[in-house]
């Protein structure tokens, strides 16, 4: 085990799909950086911010970095599952059923809006984000290896949308809270518009493919070696824990979010060039992990309190690890 922060080549390949990212998104490095983690774990992920802060460029951005097939579906409350993970229609001269696939067959899904969808809709999307396969007319369909979702919502527009559920919710790795971009990065906004960039034309972004999907199954299996210490293992169990001890939290995390906190630290510390987790790792990774995995009680809601607030002052509070050179060198698998 390396106990340096020197990249590693793998790393080094998933830091150069990011380096592309950036000379397209501006201003948004975590965004980016958490997007990057969600797709290096295996993970989905849902972007919330106001309309015209990036969120779709940056996935459009990310598919042509990867040379993975995208698919973009705009959620709308007519949008029915069949537009979604297609039907079968007859075919009047073989006299049979053919199954035409719908949108949801690609490497990197984009659900555009998704709470504007009814909840029939939405959950035609938890088959595939848990299982990677889907069901029509009862024959099941794999999905390829590589489907990710990266869904997208507004949080300040509530007419005409469909609050996602919990069981929705906990479908994504991470929620990823979109917000401005600092003055000057939007202000290189405009220069790159007069250099002749339009979000609309992908074509003037400049991204270059830097890796295939095959080569995004190799980081993800390097991602799958990082070592987690057991006692960082041990601080993850014990924040997730604690989220079900908060006077402020009507529901707290499950079981299942201990296990997204510990795929989606691993992530972090690949792209940090480690192959050890350390507990700024899960630090980082906490808020995104747990934000949309936890409900507040009405009276924190009626005194102003919210959700990034508490999960940060649960982890304030909680010690964290110490991991030193000795310890690094005893995490060593046999």
Excluded: C
Aim: proline fraction near 7%; glycine fraction near 6%; hydrophobic fraction near 45%.
């Amino acid at each position: 085990m390396s106990t340096d922060n020197a990249p590693t080549p793998a790393a080094e390949r998933a830091g150069a799909v990011l380096d592309q990212l950036g000379t397209v998104v501006l201003g948004q490095e975590d965004m980016l950086r958490q997007m990057m983690v969600a797709l290096l774990a295996g993970g989905h992920a849902l972007l919330e911010g106001v309309p015209g802060t990036a969120k779709t460029l940056a996935i459009r951005a990310l598919a042509l970095a990867l040379e993975l097939r995208f698919g973009r579906v705009q959620f709308t409350p007519d949008l029915m599952p069949t537009d979604l993970v297609g039907t079968n229609v007859l075919d009047e001269l073989k006299r049979q059923f053919v199954y035409h696939p719908g949108p949801i067959f690609t490497d990197l899904l984009l659900a555009d809006e998704i709470n504007r969808a009814p909840a029939k809709t939405q959950a035609a999307l938890l088959e595939a984000m848990q299982e990677r396969q889907v069901t029509v007319d009862g024959e099941t369909r794999r999905l390829p290896a590589g489907f990710t979702v990266f869904a997208s919502q507004n949080p300040v527009e509530y007419e005409g949308t469909y609050p996602l559920p919990e069981a929705q919710l906990d479908r994504f790795l991470l929620k990823v809270q979109v917000g401005y971009p600092a003055a000057d990065a939007e202000r290189a906004i405009l220069d790159r518009y007069v250099a002749g960039f339009a979000a609309e034309r992908p074509e003037t972004y400049g991204v270059r493919p830097v890796l295939t999907s095959a080569d995004l199954a190799e980081l993800r299996l390097a991602v799958q070696a990082v070592h987690v210490e057991p006692t960082v293992r041990d601080y993850v169990t014990r924040i997730v824990r604690a989220t079900r001890e908060e006077p402020s939290f009507a529901l707290g995390a499950s079981p299942r979010a201990g296990v997204a906190l510990f795929l989606a630290s691993r992530a972090e510390a690949f792209l940090s060039g480690r192959d050890f987790v350390t507990p700024d790792d899960v630090k980082e990774l906490a808020l995104p992990v747990l934000r949309h995995r936890v409900v507040l009680t009405p009276e924190a809601e009626v005194e102003g309190q919210t959700v990034d607030e508490r999960l940060a002052a649960i982890l304030a509070t909680l010690p964290a690890p110490l991991l030193g050179k000795r310890d690094e060198a005893a995490a060593v698998p046999a």
